[in-house]
């Protein structure tokens, strides 16, 4: 691994922990305000006021994960090997390749192959403080795998099995084979609501928001986000 690698991988790895803390509440004023610090000595970032308007994070956030996405790889870009090798980590029980995969085409928007920072918090500003509407709207664009407006089963099959396959062997309670072809068999079955084989937008979010299971189910993936 090259040099510029290793430092990239360190880098997300800081700004993953980064997230996790902003998820769960602990980082403090203090630290904000060490690592602000920190960032202005390191770099000016740019852009960021219009990010600020576009986003749902304050400038003071953005200038955090900001130095962890890019100080440690002046790139400022990720690539999905690289990708892979950080989600990996977080799911060392399972296999989180396949996951990765689809999560990391959700992100690289303009499909060029590389994400970047403006890409991955765009993403988490909907994923953590957005609607339920815009995070609904995010995830119908993770299962819409190849892009073509809707969701078909074996899209849903895909995504689920690879959110299965990543959560490993050790789940409690242990979970079945056929376990997540039953769930999909179910959930399609209640968004498919023409039965035409296809789950559209105005579907998917009219199916989500009037059934709980099918949002709890949901939340299985913005909890592996």
């Known amino acids: 691994m090259s040099g510029c690698s290793k430092r990239c991988k360190l880098g997300f790895v800081k700004f993953s922990q980064t997230i996790f803390k902003l998820i769960t509440g602990t980082l403090s004023k203090d630290k904000i305000e060490d690592e602000l610090e920190m960032t202005m000595v390191c770099h000016r970032p740019e852009g960021l006021e219009q990010l600020e308007a576009q986003t749902n994070f304050t400038k003071r956030e953005l200038q955090v994960l900001y130095r962890g996405f890019k100080n440690e790889c002046p ?50 500003s909907i994923l953590l403080r957005g609607t339920v509407h815009e995070k609904l709207r995010w995830t119908f664009n993770l299962y819409d795998i190849n892009k073509d407006g809707y969701i078909n089963k074996e899209e849903m099959m895909d995504i689920v099995k690879a959110i299965y396959d990543m959560m490993g062997k050790y789940t409690y309670p242990v979970l079945k084979e056929d376990t997540p072809r039953q769930h999909v068999d179910v959930f399609f079955q209640k968004m498919d609501k ?32």
């Open 75 to 124: 790139s400022g870009m990720v690539n999905e090997e690289t990708f892979k090798q950080i989600y990996a980590q977080f799911f060392p029980h399972g296999d989180a390749s396949t996951y990765a995969h689809y999560l990391f085409h959700a992100f690289d928007t303009t499909q060029t192959g590389s994400v970047k920072f403006e890409d991955f918090v765009t993403a988490l």
């Open 194 to 225: 023409n039965k035409d084989g296809i789950v559209t937008l105005d579907e998917f979010l009219e199916s989500c928001q009037e059934d709980d299971n099918i949002m709890r189910s949901l939340q299985l993936f913005q909890n592996v986000m």
